[in-house]
């Protein structure tokens, strides 16, 4: 009786360790799998703040009206580099939406008398100096080749792979 016990608490002693393993092992993989849903949430509701912003410009006429369509353009570039760093938009997509600012920069269109790098050179001086977002804007900005649309991505997937690594 007593070997019959003994082997009825391995037993379940081991039951319970593989009832741990498998528990712990869905629970990281339902936060992965939540992680991934959080990122394509994150991502669409910035491509949408993005699309709505461009939906005004067409209406915007005088200088001040620029500026604050600036100061809400380089407010929604933060907020996306933020999440970017944070894991919660991807490298891939990222990497497409800084490219997309560097095909704008060396375009630099003018909207009601402010160019598109002049709106970036304000609120870098006025906002962003010193600061990470600053810092990557400007290096994703004004270096590297720019005519080359593929050289352009994989310009900006070697920066944003600097970045990553000097956050951890």
Not at 19 to 45: E, F, G, N, W
Not at 57 to 68: L, V, Y
């Amino acid at each position: 009786m007593n070997l019959w016990f003994d082997t009825s608490s391995v037993v379940t002693a081991i039951l319970a360790v593989v009832q741990l393993i498998v528990t712990s092992a869905l629970v990281v993989y339902t936060v992965r799998i939540q992680r991934k849903i959080q990122a394509a949430d994150t991502s669409i509701r910035c491509q949408e703040r993005y699309e709505q912003l461009l939906d005004t410009r067409d209406s915007i006429t005088t200088f001040e009206q620029a500026d604050r369509y600036f100061d809400r353009f380089w407010g929604a570039q933060l907020d996306q580099f933020i999440h970017w760093r944070n894991g919660l938009i991807p490298d891939e997509t990222y990497a497409e939406w800084i490219a997309a600012r560097r095909h704008q920069a060396r375009k630099d269109a003018t909207l009601a008398d402010i160019s598109f790098r002049t709106s970036w050179t304000t609120r870098y001086e006025t906002r962003f100096r010193n600061s990470d977002f600053g810092e990557f804007m400007n290096a994703a900005l004004l270096e590297g080749n720019l005519d080359d649309a593929l050289a352009d991505r994989t310009h900006v997937r070697k920066k944003l792979s600097k970045y990553r690594r000097a956050w951890g």
